[in-house]
Nanobody, 124 residues
Framework: QVQLAESGGGVVQAGGSLRLSCAAS????????VGWFRQAPGKEREFVAA????????WYADSVKGRFTISRDNAKNMVYLEMNSLKLEDTAVYFC?????????????????WGQGTQVTVSS
């Protein structure tokens, strides 16, 4: 079992920045790939970014590419999502998820472990 807890959400003006954190506990976190997903009101959950076990490979949704950066610190059992140039449409609940097989990083149904989410609200 892996337990995940997100933090760092809040209210920020458009164009601003936030850094989300995902803290993991339980099994050896460095064996798990991690993804960030988000869900806006009335919309389906969507992929945001993912990072491989070692941090050597990353993936991004086109909508956030160039603005968001995913990173991890396995010594601290942490994964981060640095979000810059935030837009109104980035408003959502953000979730981190982990999976050991990590076959398709952008597929939410393949992740076995999920956090509770943290709200990000971008205001005009």
């Amino acid at each position: 079992q892996v337990q995940l807890a997100e933090s760092g959400g809040g209210v920020v003006q458009a164009g601003g920045s936030l850094r989300l954190s995902c803290a993991a506990s339980g099994r050896t976190f460095s064996n798990y790939g991690v993804g960030w997903f988000r869900q806006a009101p009335g919309k389906e959950r969507e992929f945001v970014a993912a990072i491989s076990w070692s941090g050597g490979s990353t993936w991004y949704a086109d909508s956030v590419k160039g603005r968001f950066t995913i990173s991890r610190d396995n010594a601290k059992n942490m994964v981060y999502l640095e979000m810059n140039s935030l837009k109104l449409e980035d408003t959502a609940v953000y979730f981190c998820a982990a999976d050991r097989l990590f076959l398709t990083p952008s597929a939410d149904h393949e992740y076995n472990y999920w956090g509770q989410g943290t709200q990000v609200t971008v205001s005009s």
